[in-house]
């Protein structure tokens, strides 16, 4: 069953990072036609679409796009059912199902961290590379671009140091910190 949960883990992960990025770059007014917008959009279109147009006309219309961040909480809230049934499943508890539904938000809550902060990691590892190996990537400008909110308040508390750029380093550690608290 640990190969069960994993791949539910994984595919639960890439499907709600799919659906923050989207909302990320949406947020920032990131052309979608170029990658990694193309990619969020094919994995998250079939519930983005659907869930904007049940969405009041004042939501859809403003500067979040809350399509995107609700269809990552409901695709985090089926996460969190289908792990505690195939869980229950396998145990055979006779928990109570208000301590069952209870815990379906707490696990979709975790999941939603986890993946915002372990999403950051992989987005600030591959502008750091790509930085260093292929600095005229077509995609190293939108990754700029998607960073650099982050990467700002960092930069004006650090300085450059030897003319390398720290501010990448230190907020991957934060993030790491940030993961072993969650676990």
């Not at 992960?13 to 799919?18: S, T």
């Not at 036609?33 to 959009?41: C, D, H, I, N, T």
Request: aromatic share 8%.
């Amino acid at each position: 069953m640990r190969v069960v949960f994993f791949l539910l883990d994984t595919l639960f992960f890439f499907l709600v990072a799919a659906a923050l990025l989207r909302a990320w770059m949406n947020h920032l007014r990131i052309n979608m036609s170029a990658q990694p917008g193309r990619l969020a959009m094919a994995m998250t279109d079939w519930l983005v679409a659907p869930v904007r147009r049940i969405l009041p006309r004042s939501m859809a219309q403003s500067m979040v796009d809350w399509g995107s961040l609700m269809a990552a909480v409901l695709l985090a809230l089926a996460y969190g059912g289908l792990w505690l049934i195939l869980a229950t499943g396998l145990t055979q508890t006779a928990a109570s199902p208000a301590a069952m539904l209870l815990a379906i938000p707490v696990m979709a809550f975790k999941l939603v961290l986890r993946t915002v902060l372990q999403g950051l990691m992989v987005m600030l590892l591959a502008y750091a590379v790509l930085s260093w190996v292929q600095p005229h990537a077509p995609v190293q400008a939108t990754l700029e671009r998607l960073c650099a909110p982050l990467l700002r308040p960092i930069r004006r508390l650090i300085p450059l140091v030897g003319g390398v750029d720290l501010s990448v380093l230190v907020l991957i550690i934060l993030l790491q910190v940030g993961l072993i608290l969650l676990a």
